[in-house]
């Protein structure tokens, strides 16, 4: 990878990143809101999941734009709309509402957030399938996706304190103005894509490229897919209840609940990138099918013992550890399965990564209203084993996908 390879996926990174903060500023926002609004916790999970609807139903339009705009122009317009949206949400109750007429203006401005959310990562998908050659795309895709771990550890430590001191709306004034920097940043410094083409970037040999049969004709992207969604079942409940869980099932204060909410996702900094890295060593040392498998299925396995360990720990300690590792573990998958999604789509990268994202965030979109009606039922405890069978699953899925450059199944033929 080139030096203006490397430039181009910090600056994905930096917009992805801010993003992700003002998309999780209203799970620290939360608890003032679910106190002021006097809010059950389905219905506040009825406003995480307003956010994962639009969010959702625009992957597919969204990739398919990715495929035909450039990332400058797209990720323009989407920080201009984090800002607005996010100051939008502070808004909400400014003067005195009702729940219901509250609840109405929370779930019109998270899904239209949503909507405009959704470009983010098939956009970065595919322009890291057009800017980085294949064996080196699970560590690039990894650093942008990275993002998630950046944005989620840094939404408690910036926005808790400001939240905690000033109010909800306060917190959320502060992630829009990360926003607003985030967004400055790239008008300034990104590429357009005529620089991508043509530019000093390491471009992506047609060779790499097997377009014979649509991606989402194969076997493999449905497999793909399917783990997909069950890895982002059990990653978006962290996402959104872990803050909440401390507090309200674990009893930790906020501050402290905070703190540890952020641990998961510092180490997750340094476990995407790394699962990217091993993910590309074992593909070059095995191939792409064999090796893009590795650290997928291990890591959701053993991601499951350490789920079953920390909802059945009676030591708060030793629950947060365990459901740090677990965290940690779900997310340094992500490398590879960007990774094995653009060697089967090649130049559709936009439209196959918006369907593939399209099946993550469906079962983000279940989590957050499930996990809580489950757990009212059957206790937290059961809830988070029973979500450790489907991360077993998950890992198994990936049996099914075969992934082969053109010119691995070209010299495959030849033997």
């Known amino acids: 990878m080139t030096s203006a390879g490397r430039r181009l996926v910090l600056l994905l990174m930096t917009v992805a990143s801010a993003g992700y903060v003002s998309r999780v500023a209203i799970t620290v926002a939360a608890p003032g809101i679910i106190d002021e609004f006097h809010l059950t916790s389905a219905q506040m999970g009825s406003v995480?999941?307003?956010?994962?609807l639009g969010y959702t139903l625009f992957q597919v339009p969204s990739?398919?734009?990715?495929?035909?705009i450039s990332a400058r122009p797209i990720f323009i317009a989407v920080s201009a709309g984090w800002v607005g949206l996010t100051v939008l949400t502070a808004l909400v109750g400014w003067r005195s509402i009702g729940v219901q007429t509250a609840l109405l203006q929370f779930w019109m401005i998270r899904g239209l957030f949503g909507v405009v959310t959704a470009p983010t990562y098939p956009t970065s998908g595919r322009t890291v399938a057009?800017?980085?050659?294949?064996?080196?795309?699970?560590?690039?895709n990894s650093l942008v996706l990275s993002s998630v771990g950046i944005g989620s550890a840094l939404t408690p430590i910036l926005l808790a304190p400001v939240a905690n001191r000033y109010g909800w709306r306060a917190g959320m004034a502060a992630a829009a103005v990360i926003c607003a920097i985030a967004g400055l940043i790239w008008w300034r410094l990104a590429p357009a894509q005529r620089a991508i083409e043509h530019g000093d970037f390491s471009r992506v040999s047609p060779s790499h490229y097997d377009v014979s049969r649509h991606p989402l004709g194969t076997p493999s992207f449905w497999f793909l897919f399917g783990s997909y969604f069950l890895q982002a079942y059990l990653g978006y409940i962290f996402v959104f209840w872990f803050f909440l869980y401390l507090v309200q099932v674990r009893h930790f204060e906020v501050l402290n609940a905070a703190a540890f909410t952020a641990l998961p996702w510092v180490a997750t900094i340094?476990?995407?990138p790394i699962g990217g890295v091993l993910s590309d060593a074992a593909a070059m040392r095995w191939g792409s099918t064999q090796g893009r498998r590795v650290v997928p299925v291990a890591a959701l396995c053993a991601a499951a013992g350490f789920l079953?360990?920390?909802?059945?720990?009676?030591?708060?300690?030793?629950?947060?550890a365990a459901l740090t590792v677990c965290t940690v573990l779900v997310l340094c998958t992500e490398g590879p399965f960007w990774a094995a999604m653009t060697e089967l789509a090649g130049e559709r990268s936009g439209l196959a990564g918006g369907a593939m994202n399209f099946g993550g965030n469906l079962g983000g979109l279940i989590s957050p209203t499930l996990t809580p009606w489950l757990a009212e039922r059957m206790g937290w405890e059961q809830t988070l084993t029973f979500t450790a069978g489907l991360a077993i699953v998950a890992g198994m899925l990936w049996l099914g996908v075969r992934v082969q450059t053109r010119d691995e199944r070209l010299a495959s033929e030849l033997r």
């Open 48 to 52: 995480f999941s307003a956010f994962l």
């Open 63 to 68: 990739g398919l734009l990715a495929d035909r």
């Open 130 to 140: 057009a800017a980085v050659p294949a064996m080196l795309r699970a560590r690039a």
């Open 270 to 272: 340094f476990a995407i």
């Open 308 to 320: 079953v360990a920390g909802a059945r720990t009676s030591n708060a300690g030793v629950a947060v």
